[in-house]
């Protein structure tokens, strides 16, 4: 079975300030693994997703994350927050078959 | 990207009544979409794997009577929630893939929130 988990539900920085947002996931397969980002009553978007290319995946908006098997995470990062980032954020992970399973979300607040 | 297009994006219903939402695909063919419920301030909860042609997969402790999704097309999927209660309010959102069963990254609806007074 396959779960994702992400550590924070609500994470707050300061505008240009480093954005981490944690996320481990469980997979008995090699998994293919997503970043989406959900404004207020809106559908979700796609951030950037890693399907066993490069272990680094830059995606839109400045985001990237990092793929790390050993440690079973896929941190979403950024380097310097603006105003407009300030959402939910939704890892994912999808293996072995149609489902995609979405972690309990993080919100990013980003202080003035 | 592709577009998925949901409608109506509000609904504020009487409870007892029954409401429908649509899900297209505007610029792709989608075989397989997905309906999610969204409570306040939580994650996506699967529902149910619309099949173009064929029955929905629902997920378990989904009532398939109380939430009626058919495929008819390949641009088309409805959810029509029955005799809805006030503890069917929610935003419920549907999703189509494009590509590979697992590689292929979900392309959302806007959502549509449902009020059942």
């Known amino acids: 079975a396959q779960s994702v988990t992400q550590l924070g539900s609500h994470v707050s920085v300061s505008e240009g300030a480093l954005v981490l947002l944690r996320c481990n996931y469980s997979s008995s397969v090699p998994p293919y693994l997503f970043w989406y980002v959900q404004y207020p009553n809106q559908g979700l978007q796609l951030l950037l997703k890693y399907t066993s290319a490069a272990t680094l995946v830059k995606g839109i908006n400045g985001f990237e994350a990092e793929f790390k098997k050993s440690e079973t995470s896929f941190h979403l990062t950024k380097p310097s927050a603006h105003m407009s980032d300030a959402a939910e954020y939704f890892c994912a992970v999808a293996s072995g078959g149609f489902k995609t399973i979405f972690g309990a979300g993080t919100r990013l607040f980003v202080k003035a | 990207g592709a577009v998925v297009s949901q409608h109506p994006s509000r609904v504020i219903c009487k409870s007892g009544t029954s409401v429908k939402i649509e899900c297209r695909s505007l610029d792709f063919q989608a075989t397989t979409m997905f309906w999610y419920r969204q409570f306040p301030k939580q994650s996506l909860m699967l529902m149910a794997t619309?099949?173009?042609?064929?029955?929905?997969?629902?997920e378990q402790g989904v009532e398939k009577d109380k939430f009626l999704i058919n495929h008819a097309s390949l641009t088309l999927s409805t959810l029509t929630v029955t005799s809805a209660h006030p503890e069917d309010s929610s935003f419920y959102i549907c999703?189509?893939?494009?590509?590979?069963?697992?590689?292929?990254?979900?392309?959302f609806g806007e959502g549509s929130r449902l009020t059942v007074l």
């Open positions: 619309s099949n173009e042609g064929s029955k929905a997969t629902y």
């Open positions: 999703s189509a893939r494009v590509g590979s069963r697992d590689t292929g990254e979900l392309f």
